[in-house]
């Protein structure tokens, strides 16, 4: 399905995504926060490796996928998430 700007007709739009980067950046921040303290319940030696090695995991996978998923929905419904090319203009579908 070809996408128009209601602007000039171009169909040279582009998707900014803001929510979905957004999103992505947030849930892989909360991701790592939690596999953090999670690992800090095995003590000393279990905080450090487990903190490092679940923030990592848990951050890169987990959060950062469910908080694009969720910033696709903020995209789609609440954001003026296209960009025409040529005049600028943004909106949504």
């Given at each position: 399905?070809?996408?128009?700007?209601?602007?000039?007709?171009?169909?040279?739009i582009?998707?900014?995504?803001?929510?979905?980067?957004?999103?992505?950046?947030?849930?892989?921040?909360?991701?790592?926060?939690?596999?953090?303290?999670?690992?800090?319940a095995?003590?000393?030696?279990?905080?450090?490796?487990?903190?490092?090695?679940?923030?990592?995991?848990?951050?890169?996978?987990?959060?950062?996928?469910?908080?694009?998923?969720?910033?696709?929905?903020?995209?789609?419904?609440?954001?003026?998430n296209?960009?025409?090319?040529?005049?600028?203009?943004?909106?949504?579908?």
């Open positions: 399905m070809t996408i128009y700007c209601p602007q000039c007709s171009s169909t040279r582009q998707t900014k995504n803001l929510g979905r980067k957004t999103g992505s950046a947030i849930g892989a921040l909360a991701g790592a926060a939690r596999g953090a303290s999670l690992g800090s095995g003590g000393p030696v279990g905080a450090l490796v487990g903190g490092v090695a679940g923030a990592i995991m848990a951050g890169l996978f987990s959060g950062a996928a469910v908080g694009s998923s969720l910033g696709a929905v903020v995209d789609n419904s609440l954001l003026n296209y960009q025409c090319r040529d005049c600028g203009y943004n909106f949504s579908r």
